[in-house]
């Protein structure tokens, strides 16, 4: 659970050093907005398998520190994690792993996250929201999403550990 542990750590420190050299404004031609920290929940979710409760537990707090470092939306990435986290249980237990089901999980994740993230900021009236701003941050985040998602796939399949990726 250490190397589950310390890849989700370095994932969150990789978002928050991105986050800030990498331009993500509206008005910005960037093609990388990080999601480090949750592509990298998806990718250990397989050295769970018989654990669940640790995973959402780990998934918990994740998103609980993601809102207090990064956001200050007590709670929100919280839940949006641990409902990311159901979502890839459940796909993760209907497919088979492998390097395409990586990169399908990788993109469904960032849809889903996006999608559920605009419509609350919609519902709840906190900055206007609409389908073309939403759809412009999926398709300007997965680039370097998917690149990052792969990387630590290929990573994790060849580090030695206790339980290896199918």
Request: charged residues 10%; hydrophobic residues 55%.
């Amino acid at each position: 659970m250490i190397f589950q542990i310390i890849i989700v750590v370095i994932s969150f420190f990789l978002d928050g050093i991105l986050s800030n050299f990498l331009p993500y404004m509206m008005g910005d031609l960037s093609l990388f907005t990080p999601y480090f920290t949750l592509i990298s929940l998806v990718i250990i979710y397989p050295f769970f398998k018989k654990k669940d409760k640790d995973y959402y537990i780990l998934v918990g707090i994740t998103g609980f520190l993601y809102d207090l470092f990064y956001t200050n939306l007590l709670f929100t990435h919280a839940i949006f994690f641990l409902l990311i986290g159901l979502i890839v249980s459940f796909i993760y237990k209907k497919m088979e792993l492998n390097l395409l089901t990586n990169l399908f999980l990788t993109i469904l994740v960032i849809v889903i996250y996006q999608t559920i993230f605009s419509l609350s900021l919609f519902i709840f009236n906190v900055v206007p929201v609409s389908i073309e701003s939403t759809l412009y941050l999926i398709y300007n985040s997965l680039i370097l999403n998917i690149i990052y998602g792969e990387i630590l796939y290929l990573i994790c399949k060849y580090m030695p550990h206790k339980r290896h990726l199918n």
